[in-house]
C-alpha cells in the first residue's frame, strides 16, 4: 500500500523560539515535508527556519523537488538561505509563491540583498527556479495540489489541499478567517475557500496561534484562535486537526494548556511537535 510520509520540520509561528521552555514542541517556524513511500522529500510546504532541519533528512543527498509557500511574510520564507541540501551544485528547487503583482525573484530580493543580508536569491548554488501561482490546481511531485486564497493579514495568502489519490492532508498554516465574519461562536465564519480545501481530509494542519480569550486583543495579526480549528475540523469532516503555527511566546506547556481546553467527539486533536512523523 502506497504510504505518504509528512516530516514536521517547523510547527512555530511568526518568529522564531529558541530556548528550554520551547524546545519539545519546537522553535523553528512553519516547514513541513511530504514524501512517498520511503523515498526522499520531494514536495516542501513553507520555507520557515525549519527548513534547515530538512536537510538533515536528505541523508547528505541535494534536494531535488518543489518548495510551494502559502505567503511570503518572513516567518515563511527565512529558512532559504540556511537550506545546505537546496544550495549546492547538484540541487534542483521549483520554488512557487503566490502571486502578487511582481516576480518572485523580485519580491524575495526585497530582504535576500545587501545590506539587508550579504547573499541574493541568485547567488544559491544549484538549479533553482522562482514562480509565481494563483488558485487552480497543480501535479507537483506525485501530489495533486489544490490552491485556494485564504484570509490573512498583509499580502496574498492561499491555503493548499494536497493528495497522491489516497491520503490527503490541508495545509491552512495561517488563516483569519474572523475578518470575513464573526460566524456561530464569534470566532469566524466558516470561509468558503478554506471549507473546500479540508472537507474529507485525513489531516487538517491549521493555525492555532491565539486561544479565544486572547484573540480580541490580537484581531487585525491574521491568526486564529485554536477552539476555531476543532469548530472547522468538525464542519469538515476531517479525521485529525493538527494545532500548528503556535505563537512564539507560547511555552511547551502553555500549548499543552491550551489543547487541553479542546474537546470533540468526532475529530481526533493534536499538537503539531518539530520532528514527528505523520505517516498516511
Do not use: K
Request: negative net charge.
Amino acid at each position: 500500500m502506497a504510504v505518504v510520509r509528512i516530516d514536521l520540520c517547523g510547527v512555530r509561528g511568526s518568529l522564531p523560539s529558541p530556548g528550554p521552555e520551547f524546545a519539545r514542541v519546537g522553535g523553528n517556524t512553519s516547514c513541513i515535508a511530504l514524501s512517498h513511500d520511503g523515498q526522499q522529500p520531494t514536495l516542501v510546504l513553507d520555507a520557515g527556519t525549519g527548513l534547515r532541519r530538512l536537510s538533515a533528512l536528505l541523508n547528505g543527498e541535494a534536494f531535488r523537488g518543489t518548495l510551494i509557500v502559502g505567503h511570503l511574510h518572513w516567518d515563511h520564507v527565512m529558512g532559504i538561505p540556511f537550506f545546505p541540501a537546496g544550495d549546492r551544485p547538484d540541487a534542483s528547487v521549483r520554488m512557487m509563491a503566490p502571486e502578487q503583482g511582481l516576480d518572485l525573484l523580485t519580491l524575495l530580493e526585497r530582504t535576500m540583498h545587501p545590506p539587508l543580508f550579504p547573499i541574493r536569491p541568485t547567488d544559491l548554488r544549484g538549479a533553482w527556479a522562482f514562480e509565481t501561482y494563483g488558485e487552480g490546481e497543480f501535479d507537483l511531485e506525485g501530489f495533486t495540489v489544490t490552491t485556494r486564497e485564504i484570509p490573512h493579514t498583509g499580502g496574498r495568502t492561499m491555503g493548499l489541499r494536497i493528495s497522491d489519490g489516497r491520503s490527503t492532508i490541508a495545509y491552512l498554516s495561517d488563516h483569519a478567517p474572523h475578518t470575513v465574519g464573526p460566524g456561530a461562536d464569534g470566532l469566524g465564519d466558516l470561509h468558503p475557500a478554506a471549507v473546500e480545501l479540508a472537507t474529507g481530509v485525513d489531516v487538517l494542519f491549521h493555525d492555532a496561534q491565539y486561544s479565544a480569550e486572547e484573540l480580541p486583543g490580537h484581531f487585525t495579526w491574521g491568526h486564529a484562535a485554536a477552539q476555531y480549528c476543532v469548530t472547522r475540523a468538525e464542519h469538515c469532516g476531517v479525521r485529525t486537526v493538527m494545532l500548528f503555527h503556535h505563537d512564539p511566546n507560547r511555552t511547551d506547556d502553555q500549548v499543552d494548556a491550551l489543547a487541553a481546553t479542546l474537546h470533540s467527539e468526532l475529530v481526533e486533536i493534536r499538537v503539531a511537535v518539530e520532528g514527528d512523523v505523520i505517516q498516511l
